[in-house]
């Protein structure tokens, strides 16, 4: 299984804390030269680029990689405290680890899931899901992301993104879906910035903590073609899905 080794350096920042889709701390990143988009390679590999904030260069390794099992606690302890604390998850109560570790298995036979680590410790992750269940819906998907709060201002949740939409347009889906509650304009800003429109509100849907919550369903088209070539297929039929 490839491993993408990124090597970030930042210029300018303006950065703020806040939660993006059902899930994201992240930082808002100015500044980073447009002219020039750089990649990385391994092995004679071009591998996936991410943007301008990445470079190939610096002393801060970090990786984004297929999560596996092993994963699995720790990708729990990140996703409880959005459970626990806030509205941004609509679930009331933490799964199990054993509840998670088959909604894992589930996600994970069709959708990749990604986590990003830093020496060793999982940071953030984010997958890929079906956002509507019949045959006609096939070509969509959905996005989810989610970070610890240590990783909050180092933009990785924009990256995490990238890479997971990269690998859902391979997969062969049309469009993706993010699906925000009312209580947080800071997504609805993020995704607009970084090429989501507005497709859908659904006020008051939701009730945590005392009170009503609406959603804010916003989209992004990966691919355009007017009839799909073929039907999505499984994340385990991409060939080194993280490389180009």
Request: hydrophobic fraction near 40%.
């Amino acid at each position: 299984m490839g491993i993408v080794t990124l090597i970030h350096k930042f210029h300018k920042r303006h950065s703020f804390c806040c939660f993006v889709n059902y899930s994201i701390y992240f930082e808002k990143m100015q500044g980073f030269p447009k002219s020039d988009e750089r990649r990385v390679f391994v092995d004679g590999k071009q591998m996936l680029s991410y943007n301008d904030g990445i470079y190939a260069k610096g002393s801060d390794f970090m990786s984004v990689r297929m999560a596996t099992l092993q994963d699995v606690p720790r990708i729990l302890e990140i996703y409880s405290p959005y459970v626990e604390h806030t509205a941004i998850s609509f679930e009331y109560a933490v799964p199990t680890l054993e509840e998670f570790t088959q909604r894992f298995l589930k996600i994970t036979a069709q959708f990749p899931w990604l986590v990003w680590e830093e020496k060793g410790i999982v940071l953030g992750y984010a997958y890929g899901s079906l956002p509507f269940e019949r045959a006609a819906y096939q070509w969509n998907a959905s996005a989810s992301i989610y970070l610890c709060r240590e990783a909050c201002g180092k933009g990785i949740g924009s990256q995490l993104y990238a890479a997971l939409e990269q690998l859902l347009q391979k997969q062969g889906y049309r469009k993706v879906y993010a699906v925000i509650t009312t209580a947080n304009e800071a997504s609805v800003a993020f995704h607009k910035a970084v090429g989501y429109r507005h497709t859908a509100t659904m006020p008051d849907c939701g009730y945590k903590f005392g009170a009503w919550y609406g959603t804010i369903w916003m989209e992004k088209e990966l691919n355009t073609w007017e009839a799909p070539p073929r039907e999505p297929v499984s994340i385990h039929r991409i060939k080194d899905p993280l490389f180009c």
